[in-house]
């Protein structure tokens, strides 16, 4: 991040004061000695010049920019607030980084601060801005995203932002305060939820897209459920899907219950396999045993996505048989999903039915963070989003449209990509290629 800027003007005024008062300062030492009070009464006299000149010169320095711009329409919203509709609170400090303002305000009555901070939302709306409120006695401090949302962005011009350390880092949007990024890594597991035709499935594919352009295979294995066989099928035949000798060697793509309930097995029994060499060497997580490469090298870590949990709900079951497996595969996920962050095991999964039956308590408890594009119900967006949070209803009709909620919640909009064949091509082993060219000449 670049340092906070203040205005011009504020810098001039600061500059040509602090030059000021050092002239002075330096003035009167020198006069000081040739008033010959001795060269040892001008030394005695220089640390309380320093004193005084370092404390005027803090209070220069931290002198806020002039009310004008951003700070200044907020003041003026914040006063139309005031219950009292009375003073306009003084701004004590103003910095801008970018997109995002963080302003203070000295309130004139303590009290103001509680009624203000409840009505975040209409401030948001008046001033067109993300906003963040803190209140804490006299002073009220608010950070504030000030960036347009754009109606379509990109996956390329997206992904020309500047992206953050981490291990497994994925862009989820444009969003008031800037691009939104997130660590998978970081995440216990990701659930999202939405309308049909609303952005899930291309959110999922613009993130393995960026993850295996980004991440080679020996540090990323995807393990893909997709009973539609279209939205997941640009990640056949990646090595990243396709794993190399000895590592859960059915990890693939799972287009039916039998083959989910397989996957779910091997994932499972890699997860135990890993907690057991974890145990012995005495390694607390994959972080851990990856930088310590003398105990049997590197593992890569594992992201299972499911492109549409209803489809691997036990209500789906068509018969007693089927409900059993849906029943088995539903507990093994859930233990993933408890368990797996620690030794490599992501999950990402989405759904159009954001309901108890398709994203059952011990699944929704783990999969904390979330996007939600725009549903049908207030009932769907807390599920989503959780208890009281109905925003997912009120969001635009407006494709690739979501609310990303983890540390900072934010609307945003998401990067498009429709075709992601093109850019995974190069990745791809040509056996594979070749069989794929066969059947299309067949
Ligand atoms: N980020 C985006 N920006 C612009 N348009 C988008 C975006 N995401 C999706 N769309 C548009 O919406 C269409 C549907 O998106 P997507 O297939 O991701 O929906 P979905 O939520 O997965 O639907 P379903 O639940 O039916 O699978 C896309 O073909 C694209 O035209
Ligand atoms: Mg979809």
Redesign the pocket.
Known sequence: MSAPKRSAAANELRDWRVWAMVAVAVVVLVRAALLRVGWWAALAVLPVAGVVFAIVAIRLLRRPAAASGFPAEATRALAAHLPDGGRPPRVLDARQNGEVWEVEWRLHDRRSGQALLKKTRDLEHELGAALELHHDKHRLRMRAGTAEIPD?VTFEEFYRHPAPDGELVVGI?MSRWGAVWADLVKLPHLLIG??????????VSQMLTRLALTYGPEHLKLALVDF?RV?LSAFEGLPHVTPPDGQAASIAVAKDIEAYLELLKVLSESLDERRLRFDLARVKNIQDWNRRPELGGRLPYVLLVID?LAEVSVEEAGNPEEKRQRQEALALLARMARLGRAFGFHIIA?T?RPAVETVPGPIKSQLLARIC?KVATGTESRVVLGEDNSTGAELPAH??RGIWQWSLPAVF????L?DPEPLLAGLKRPAVLAVESEEEVA
Do not use: I, Y
């Open positions: 379509v949007g939405g309308t049909t035709q609303f952005g899930k499935s291309v959110m539609k939205e549409e989405a159009q594009f494709r690739g909009q998401g990067p498009l429709t």
